[in-house]
């Protein structure tokens, strides 16, 4: 057979920056994250499985990576942690294509959206996965790329991704645990939809590419260093989670752009300023990006029209309601240049597809 999925990629509003201790392998957070779902920046993934142990042929934009490859690697590493829970996995070969609409590596996320589509594809592929439910797809998504969970609810729209376990628990240092603890740790932390894509109607989100390339230190290297090194790394999770969380909720219920507006950009200045205090400290921002920071603020001034936020690299996504984005828009596009701005607005999660990729092998 042969199954096709899409995934949107998604942009988080409170960030997830590091992982649990004690489930580092699980990818468990130690703090929950809300993200809104992108209409129209998307991954397509093809996948048949075939009953041979053990092979993967994988394209990437029409390329085959060849196993010495790190997305080839990537794609291996993460089939192998999938068939550590489900065993049938591991009589199975796979071909899979994979196709981002948007630029691979940009800084855009195409991890999450990557990875969410490829264990969708998994659910329609293989009969040991259909029956499993969104939380627990959303789960295993997240062992590929963290953010990758909160692409998969299929409502999409605003999406929290539960931390599942709080903060250094979970188990005991240097013990290793039960296989049903495992499983219990990996199906714990899951994404679910808050408010659908319709939920506030008008608002934009701006993507804003100021760099093309690879990001300078990876996020997975990154936030293990923060986690390990900045004595601040606690008291923001504490804040975030504890404060800034229900706050973030009530505000977008509720539509206030103010409120939700000043959040989001403190949450972004809030996780790079736990990477500069990470040491050596990690800069993902470039002159651009305080450009842009500082142009929204001083648009802002009286009331606010625009939010920024930033994830590990200089690239913005930057927010407006329907009266204000064309002014948003005009002045980001005088700092960033012409072709730089993707327009988007809250869209659906992962979902099936007819409309298959050309498999390579
Ligand atoms: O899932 P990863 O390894 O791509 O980590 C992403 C972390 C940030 O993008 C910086 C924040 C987030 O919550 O998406």
């Not at 899409?6 to 489930?23: D, E, M, Q, S, V």
């Not at 075939?50 to 990537?74: C, D, V």
């Not at 959206?113 to 499993?132: P, Q, T």
């Not at 606010?304 to 936020?309: C, E, F, G, M, Q």
């Amino acid at each position: 057979m042969t199954t096709t999925a899409i995934a949107p990629t998604n942009i988080a509003i409170l960030k997830y920056w590091g992982k649990n201790p004690r489930w580092e392998s699980l990818l468990i957070p130690t703090k929950s994250s809300i993200s809104f779902t992108a209409e129209g920046l998307f991954t397509r993934t093809t996948v048949t499985a075939l009953e041979a142990a053990g092979g993967l042929r994988f394209s990437l934009n029409g390329k085959e990576m060849g196993p010495s490859t790190r997305e080839h690697q990537y794609v291996q590493e993460f089939l192998g942690k999938v068939g550590s829970f489900f065993p049938f996995m591991e009589g199975y070969s796979f071909r899979i294509a994979s196709e981002n609409n948007f630029p691979t590596s940009a800084g855009f996320a195409s991890s999450a959206s990557g990875f969410a589509a490829l264990v969708k594809a998994l659910s329609g592929e293989m009969d040991g996965l259909r029956g499993l439910g969104e939380a627990k797809l959303s789960a295993l998504a997240r062992l590929g790329s963290g953010s990758a969970a909160r692409s998969m609810p299929s409502a999409g729209g605003v999406v929290k991704w539960r931390r599942g376990m709080d903060f250094g628990k979970g188990g005991r240092a240097g013990v290793r645990p039960t296989a049903a603890a495992e499983k219990r740790a990996l199906f714990s932390s899951y994404a679910e939809s808050l408010f659908p894509p319709g939920h506030w109607p008008g608002l934009s989100m701006i993507y804003v590419r100021v760099e093309a390339g690879q990001k300078k230190v990876k996020s997975r290297a990154g936030m293990k260093e923060s986690v390990e090194t900045n004595p601040l790394y606690r008291p923001w999770v504490d804040y975030e989670e504890g404060v800034m969380l229900d706050r973030m909720v009530r505000a977008i219920a509720g539509r206030d752009f103010g409120s939700f507006g000043e959040m989001t950009m403190r949450a972004s200045n809030n996780l790079h300023q736990i990477c500069l205090g990470t040491y050596p400290p990690i800069f993902y921002l470039n002159q651009a990006s305080l450009a842009i920071m500082d142009a929204v603020h001083e648009m802002n001034a009286g009331r606010i029209k625009a939010a920024y936020t930033f994830d590990a690299g200089p690239n913005a996504v930057v927010f407006a309601q329907e009266g204000d984005r064309d002014e948003v828009a005009d002045r980001i596009r005088s700092i960033a240049g012409r072709d730089s701005l993707i327009l988007s607005r809250p869209g659906p999660g992962a979902r099936f597809s007819d409309d298959h990729l050309e498999l390579v092998g």
